[in-house]
């Protein structure tokens, strides 16, 4: 009992502890901050956690508008559209000219090798008429020779028809030149091979002979005058 009562003696005594001293201090919140000023990564009044996902805004809305989408495919749709149609209307545009020329160079060659035949009838009907040929058989021939050209001219044959009128070199080949008191000069005096058209383009130009004019007064008389007599001794 002694012993008991000189350990509870010398035993220390314990304060009682304090609800300053229990409570430890916040780890996240600084000790030495102002009063009144919040951290620098505390979030402001009204605004969203930090961790919270961020606001797409209005241009995430518009690229995600199935509406959107669905114009602008259209819009492509459209485009891809409209060069078809041009890509077809170009070729079907040259497909109808590809044609035409294909024709037209069918019926050049065709009319290039019936030309001779009708220079035969022309000069047939020329050696019928010095030779005083039957009148009834020269007309037969004619007739057939102006149903051949009807026939050819529905297909674009045009026969040129040049004598009197002015010389066309784009269209005819002068093969000589003669003084003609009727004709003035350049004028086609005779031709010798009929020319033609085939529609507007020409087939194959026509031979003539072109007028020079009428010769000239000096020229006659250059070649009128007489040589000059030889000087003589005099008397």
Known sequence: MKKTKNQSK???????????????APPDMPCDLPSGEAPEDAPLGG???????????????????PLQILADERDELNERLLRLRADFDNFRKRSIRERDELMHRASENLMEDLIPILDHFSLGFEVAEQHEANPTVVEGFR???????NTLGKHGLVPLDVVGKPFDPHRQEAISHLSSEEHPADTVIAQTRRGYLLGDRLLRAAQVVVSSGCASAADAGFAEAPSPEPPGDDP
């Open 10 to 24: 010398s035993a220390p005594k314990k304060r009682p502890a304090t609800a300053e001293a229990e409570a430890p």
């Open 47 to 65: 605004e969203p956690a930090p961790d919270a996902p961020p606001d797409a805004g209005p241009a995430a809305e518009t690229e995600a508008d």
């Open 143 to 149: 007739l057939v020779y102006d149903q051949a050209l």
